[in-house]
């Protein structure tokens, strides 16, 4: 009896510590500094509507758009996921045929892997340079824009995610799409 | 090769900042000698552990005590979640968890292992994952640090243990909090969410609607990583954008992942007074570490074997699926965070398990078998303590000398103790693992055919049984003989292998001193080391080789077959 009613003051103190304190200071610092990433990056349009959250892919299918990898949650943003496939699974062999077909890709312009592959979160907002740059003549000629000036527009939009660390660019689908929007309305 | 070259910055980096870590761990766990601002923070801690918190426990009052707390812990625990859709802080409107669910998971929490059968954002009220899964996410390692300072003190020849109340208190308040405070505001600051607010609703620019779930991820997240928890906040862990959102807090994580284990063996050496025994057992955990990178890194090089026989894909080295594109290439963090995590019994994730090349996806396997490469915390040094037993008896039958370990002979009665720990855990898993494999229980939840299969079902009872978390996802394991199974699997995995080790150290402290003469085993020797690697080698190796030919092993050799 003893022993549970020292165990009860210590969880009770635990609790009112690591629980209700250590959130509460948490909450006040995020909330203070980086309100906007701390209530999920959120992008707002000009008439004050959510367009989506700038980590978290969502799904594109318009050729006048640049598309995200292919999401085995369908861009589930409350309930997301990965195939959690085999990389020897034929089930992956027959998703990338239907990604073959869907970016017209041929053996002479092979499809960049990762547009092939999903992410483990089925909302991995970015993609390599190179897959933007593989999709510009599609989303130019929906446009009716020549591919210099879409590849000029992913250029400006690429970065190292881990500077020197990281060898390849990428670009967020998402933030590109938005810039296509507001540049070539 | 920047996968290697991450690597090394990541866990030399790490062992540098354990230095000065490990000695405030130990002022933390261990106040001994003068410490006089400390005095007031010590009588607070007894008084609130009441009558009791000045007692001096002797292994199995300490045990108890032990036992006591985290029953309570589980109790309290279950409630909650159990009653979460009549509960406040719940804006998404969570209802009811299904029974076993909730079993399953307050075990999980419980034993420090966050194997997840549900999704948290599908599943979770945030008051379920804070004052539920986050409470314990402290106190459940809390629990691992203090069972290892009572060893240390065992072993240190002092009479009694400590208090396990008072010790939980130090490694919860002193150790745990202001680490997590600091990170996570690191996190916060990286563009982790932190916030009570439900989840968004958005008009993506096509039009359609997209709910996307956020909640006080930054917090969790902190805890989770530094107690080798590893439970995610959102279902699939840290591949999310919110629970790791750059190639910053990918590498802060990683980074998190190791540093508390590591301290745990400073900690050890400087208790029990032996630093440069301590150094030897943390350069042995660096070469297994460093072997199973290598290893993981290498085959995950390997282009996605399912696009081999397409041309209109490029074969580019490494194998995207399940990886993220901002933590760089995919051979790089994706390989090295799972052997991070499954070496230390974290068991986040930041990148799918279930999709990683065959053999990448062994050597996380391989982390838990073994599971003294650092390990949890606290309770990795444990485990290496029993193979530490394991090897000075072989080391003394080699050489014809009685064993001895610390000036204190090791016997029959200590060697059954630790042969029964390391038995234990390969008893669950395979055990387990053949069970499933046979019956309708395991197989009917499959994700995959074939070897890929039986991987599944044995990886899921190795993160069970090495209260590790993690898993090959694809596996359908919210069903009632998963969640039973592999509940009571943590639950007894976890107090066997620090009861039994409690024991042989109550056992030792009973003994004599012996006299060290030029004949003594030098346990912080290089000797030692290679004998100690070669015990931990040979173990694992005999027990677990066959189930691995069975799966990873055998999935390897058809698709080398095949290309």
């Known amino acids: 009896m003893q022993s549970l009613t ?129 999709q510009a003549e599609r989303v130019g000629k929906a446009r009716g824009l020549s591919i210099a000036r879409i590849e000029a527009l992913v250029r400006a939009h690429t970065s190292a995610p881990g500077g020197s660390l990281t060898t390849e660019r990428v670009v967020n689908v998402l933030e590109l799409n938005l810039a296509l929007d507001a540049d070539f309305r | 090769m920047d996968a290697l070259l991450l690597a090394t910055l990541i866990v030399g980096g790490t062992a540098l900042l354990s230095l000065p870590l490990g000695r405030y761990m130990t002022w933390a766990m261990d106040p001994t000698g003068p410490a006089p601002r400390r005095a007031g923070l010590e009588r607070l801690f007894a008084r609130v552990a009441g009558p009791l918190g000045h007692e001096q426990q002797g292994w199995k009052q300490y045990a108890i005590a032990m036992l006591a707390f985290n029953a309570l812990m589980f109790v309290v625990s279950f409630a909650f979640v159990a009653l979460q859709q009549h509960l406040p802080l719940n804006p998404d409107a969570k209802g009811a968890v299904e029974a076993s669910l909730v079993f399953n998971t307050v075990a999980s929490f419980t034993s420090n292992t966050n194997l997840q059968h549900y999704s948290g954002e599908v599943s979770m009220s945030y008051l379920s994952q804070l004052l539920s ?64 607010s439900g989840a968004a609703s958005a008009t993506t620019l096509e039009g359609v609607q997209q709910v996307i779930a956020r909640g006080p991820v930054a917090a969790f997240l902190a805890i989770k990583q530094l107690g080798t928890n590893g439970g995610g906040f959102f279902g699939p862990n840290c591949t999310h954008p919110f629970e790791n959102p750059t190639f910053w807090t990918n590498g802060l994580s990683m980074i998190c992942i190791l540093l508390v284990p590591m301290c745990s063996v400073w900690m050890f ?17 660096l070469v297994l570490l460093f072997g199973k990178i290598a290893v993981a890194v290498w085959f995950e090089t390997a282009p996605t074997q399912a696009f081999a026989a397409l041309p209109e ?137 074939g070897p890929h299969g039986f991987s599944e079902i044995l990886y899921e009872f190795s ?98 077959q095949q290309s």
């Open chain 2, 313 to 449: 894909v490029e074969q580019v080295a490494g194998n995207f699926e399940g990886k993220e594109m901002r933590f760089g290439t995919p051979y790089g963090s994706g390989p090295l965070w799972s052997v991070l995590t499954t070496c230390t019994s974290n068991g986040s994730v930041g990148a799918m398990h279930d999709s990683l090349n065959p053999m990448a996806g062994l050597m996380p396997m391989v982390g838990m078998w073994l599971n003294a490469t650092f390990g949890g915390v606290g309770v990795g040094m444990i485990n290496m303590f029993v193979y530490i037993v394991v090897a000075v008896f072989l080391a003394g039958m080699m050489v014809g000398r009685t064993p001895e370990y610390l000036n204190r002979r090791v016997e029959a009665r200590e060697m059954k103790l630790a042969v029964l720990t390391v038995l234990a855990h390969a008893l669950f898993i395979l055990v387990g693992a053949a069970v499933f494999a046979a019956t309708p229980w395991g197989r009917d939840t499959l994700a995959n055919w």
């Open chain 1, 6 to 134: 020292a165990s009860l003051r210590v969880a009770l103190v635990t609790i009112a510590v690591c629980v209700v304190g250590y959130t509460a200071v948490s909450l006040g610092v995020a909330q203070a500094f980086v309100a906007h990433t701390a209530n999920g990056s959120l992008i707002t349009a000009a008439d004050g509507t959510i367009v989506g959250s700038r980590p978290i892919a969502q799904k594109f299918t318009d050729h006048r758009y640049f598309w995200p990898r292919p999401s085995a949650v369908d861009y589930d943003g409350a309930g997301a996921g990965g195939s959690n496939a085999s990389p020897t699974s034929t089930d992956l062999t027959e998703r990338a045929r239907s990604l073959i077909a869907l970016h017209g890709a041929t053996p002479e312009k092979p499809l960049p892997a990762e547009l092939a592959a999903a992410s483990g979160s089925g909302l991995d907002p970015h993609i390599s340079e190179r897959a933007a740059l593989y």
């Open chain 2, 463 to 560: 993160s069970a049984s090495a209260n590790n978390g993690s898993g090959f996802e694809g596996l359908g394991d919210n069903t009632v003989p998963w969640n039973v199974a592999t509940g009571l699997v943590m639950l007894l995995n976890r107090y066997v292998p620090i009861l039994l080790p409690l024991a042989i150290a109550g056992s030792l402290a009973r003994k004599r001193r012996t006299a060290e003469s030029a004949g003594t085993l030098g346990v912080q020797d290089a000797t030692f080391g290679a004998m100690l690697l070669g015990t931990i080698l040979l173990v694992g190796a005999l027990t677990f080789l066959p189930a691995a030919v069975l799966g990873p092993i055998a999935e390897h050799l058809l698709f080398a």
């Open chain 2, 133 to 196: 899964l986050m409470w314990l996410q402290f106190v459940s390692a809390a629990t691992g640090i203090a069972a290892l300072a009572a060893l240390a003190r065992g072993l240190a020849g002092r009479p009694e243990m400590g208090n396990f109340l008072v010790d939980l208190q130090r490694a919860t308040l002193l150790v745990l909090l202001p680490l997590a405070l600091i990170v996570a505001t690191l996190m916060a600051l990286g563009g982790v969410p932190m916030t009570l």
């Open chain 2, 269 to 285: 050496g400087r208790i029990v007074g032996r630093p440069r025994h301590a150094r030897l057992v943390f350069a042995v955990m």
